[in-house]
């Protein structure tokens, strides 16, 4: 109720104020023309016209003052007056003009002809003057050519960027779209106008004016809103089935750079119900800077916005190594546009040759290593098994063992979430390659360590590009099972804290990431069909497929043995490292690489001898001992559900107590 009142008091003030300068304008409107007349003279006017203006002037004060209320020229927000406005106060004007003329000439007082239209001129004038109207014939015309438009918007935000949005669809001769409402939370703008377009209430509302006005475009204009509004206003616009669009940041207004055509279609990132993951860009700096950086596997998505952010933080140089020639050669291109005195070397290179890598190393001396090279597709890898570990488990051997032979201060590893508990090969070949770095921390003087997270949105082989692809194409939308689960990060994010681990490493560190909280696969493939503005199951439809080889319905972080400490950075945590025989570890290692080198056709059972908690998932193939490891599979399963289910209930009990803190 104070708040009520208080906005209430606020807006009582404004008017008051607009009432004062308009009793003002019609005084000086009455005697300014008698004053044009008589060439500026105020004493050569005669007493007579003198009179007939100050008789007259009262009721005329009031009578405009209501015409004014009915124009509701004290209830637009005047900071974005536009051409409604605009037609308002001339109209208003003109009708206060014409009854002036008839009070004149009913009550019989002279006056000179020239005064009506001198009158009407300088009450138009000084209310336009006074309260900062736009463009009025520019307006008039695009406004008549877009009520002919047939596609009806609803903008979110009365703010700048909601004000810029209207003004350019408004006026642009281009448009083809006419706004018919505006919401806003802000209370006090309730029930009143930007350029002529009616605030008519707050998120509460969206659902009944976009059915009221039938409305088939949303656009959320509110740029500076964090991850959790943008959640709430996209679940609510969501039950619309209108297509949404949002603007991009807020330093592109301050630039000058917004315009209908930034508007963007609403992303799926926008559904994650999370603010962006800031680092401490200044430690980072610090770490990378004047340092010989290489970063294996360069080109592909977590390695080449490696490259990107590290190449922003002045290394002494930045080497590349990559296999795949095209990849390598776009981030090239890139990062010399960008940072012409970047002094980089790209090298095509496969970290399977023993040769060339040391060769590498040799010559370039690379203080820290960002080890991102692998395979990382999970059902590909399930059909070629041999070629995943030859890669990721010996190439990142053969690369810490480089590493060590050449005085490499600090060796970073990617590894995933899907190396917890795999049911995979290719979670196998990352749990592997943490055990080889783990061992190399204790025996060398190199700082190993390895950095965990699960799926990244926009990364190759992310199942977002693919979805977009099937609604493009019309569907159907495929979705391997209704309950499966992931973990989502975007790319920059991911490496961000990659990069911030490495600053906290001291060696034999498996760093987790904090990914927030699972999200569904199957809500992320239907919102991204309703905001895409097409009805999920009418228009598009879903289908389950099933799950693929190696595929989890539920991904974990940690192993229950690790356990977890905190970092500086609550968003980054170290797990404990589990024992294990190094001596019997470097045997399997052996054997292990003797099966694959002679394309061994059952290496999950070597790879199971290694790492105890692979309980392989072979989706429905033939394998020994299928039903033990088919009941191991579901137990893993139930395990990890039940993690998730206690993570999501301490997520929200952690929410409650911050919130009644």
């Known amino acids: 109720m104070k708040k009520l009142n208080h906005l209430n008091l606020q807006l009582l003030h404004r008017r008051i104020v607009l009432v004062i300068l308009d009793i003002m304008t019609v005084c000086v409107a009455s005697i300014a023309p008698l ?53 308002n106060i001339l109209a208003g004007c003109i009708l206060s003009a014409i009854l002036d003329f008839a009070g004149m000439r009913l009550l019989d007082y002279p006056i000179p002809r020239s005064y009506y239209f001198t009158y009407a001129l300088v009450l ?7 309260r900062f109207s736009y463009r009025i014939m520019r307006g008039m015309r ?12 609803m903008i979110i935000g009365a703010g700048d960027a909601g004000n810029t949005v209207i003004k350019e669809i408004v006026n642009s001769s281009y448009s083809t779209m006419t706004i018919k409402c505006i919401i806003d939370d802000d209370e006090h703008k309730w029930g009143r106008f930007i350029q002529g ?60 750079e917004v315009n209908v055509s930034k508007l963007r279609d609403v992303d799926v990132e926008d559904l994650l119900g999370r603010d962006p993951i800031k680092v401490d860009l200044d430690s980072i700096l610090n770490y990378v800077k004047n340092q010989v950086i290489m970063v294996t596997g360069g080109g592909g998505s977590i390695g080449s916005e490696l490259c990107r952010q590290i190449a ?15 990849n390598a050669y776009e981030i090239q291109q890139e990062l010399k546009q960008r940072y012409p005195k970047l002094d980089l070397v790209v090298l095509i290179a496969s970290v399977r040759n023993t040769n060339r890598i040391n060769r590498i190393m040799q010559e370039y ?38 590493a060590v032979q050449n005085g490499v201060k600090k060796f970073v590893m990617i590894s995933t979430d899907k190396a917890v508990n795999p049911t995979n090969i290719m979670g196998a070949s990352k749990r592997i390659c943490e055990m080889i770095i783990q061992t190399y921390n204790r025996h060398y003087e190199t700082e190993f360590v390895a950095v965990r997270f699960g799926n990244v949105l926009g990364s190759n082989g992310s199942v977002i590009p693919l979805f977009k692809k099937q609604i493009a194409a019309g569907g159907p939308v495929t979705v391997t099972h209704p309950d499966i689960i992931r973990y989502f990060m975007t790319i920059s994010e991911a490496v961000s804290l990659v990069l911030q681990a490495g600053v906290y490493a001291k060696g034999g560190e498996i760093f987790v990431l904090d990914m927030g909280e699972p999200v569904k ?141």
Request: with cysteine.
């Open 521 to 661: 696969i199957l809500d992320l493939a239907r919102n991204l069909i309703r905001l895409s503005g097409y009805k999920v199951d009418e228009d598009i439809k879903i289908e389950f497929t099933g799950l693929r080889p190696g595929e989890k319905l539920y991904e974990e972080m940690l192993m229950s043995e690790e356990g977890l400490t905190d970092t500086a950075n609550k968003l980054i945590h170290i797990g404990r490292p589990i024992e294990f025989d190094e001596t019997l570890f470097y045997v399997q290692l052996n054997n292990l690489k003797h099966a694959v080198e002679n394309e061994c056709e059952d290496v999950r059972s070597l790879i199971q001898e290694i790492v105890p908690t692979y309980v392989p998932n072979v989706g429905g193939e033939e394998y020994e001992n299928e039903g033990q490891h088919e009941t191991q599979f579901h137990e893993t399963q139930f395990h990890a559900k039940q993690s998730y289910e206690k993570q999501s209930q301490e997520n929200l009990s952690r929410k409650s107590h911050h919130a009644r803190g």
């Open 124 to 130: 138009t004038g000084i209310t336009t003057g006074t």
């Open 365 to 402: 001396h690379p203080d820290i290593i960002y080890h991102a090279a692998a395979h990382k597709h999970v059902p590909l890898m399930e059909v070629s098994p041999n070629e995943a570990i030859k890669n990721n488990v010996f190439g990142t051997w053969k690369t810490a063992q480089a």
């Open 142 to 153: 695009h406004k008549a050519q877009n009520r002919k438009n047939g596609t009806r918007v």
């Open 35 to 87: 004053w044009f007349r008589f060439e500026l003279n105020y004493r050569d006017i005669p007493e007579v016209y003198l009179s007939s203006a100050w008789n007259i002037m009262v009721p005329n004060v009031v009578m405009t003052l209501v015409i004014f209320y009915v124009f509701k020229l004290y209830h637009s927000l005047w900071a974005f007056a536009g051409t409604a406005e605009v037609q």
């Open 197 to 256: 377009i009616k605030i008519v209430g707050g998120r509460d509302r969206i659902v009944e004016y976009a059915a009221l006005y039938g409305i088939d475009e949303i656009f959320i204009a509110i740029p500076s809103a964090n991850r959790a509004t943008m959640k709430a206003l996209v679940e609510i616009c969501k039950e619309t089935s209108c297509k949404l669009r949002t603007l991009p940041g807020i330093y592109q207004l301050v630039n000058g």
């Open 312 to 326: 922003g933080h002045k290394p002494a140089r930045l080497i590349i190594v990559d296999i795949y020639e095209n």
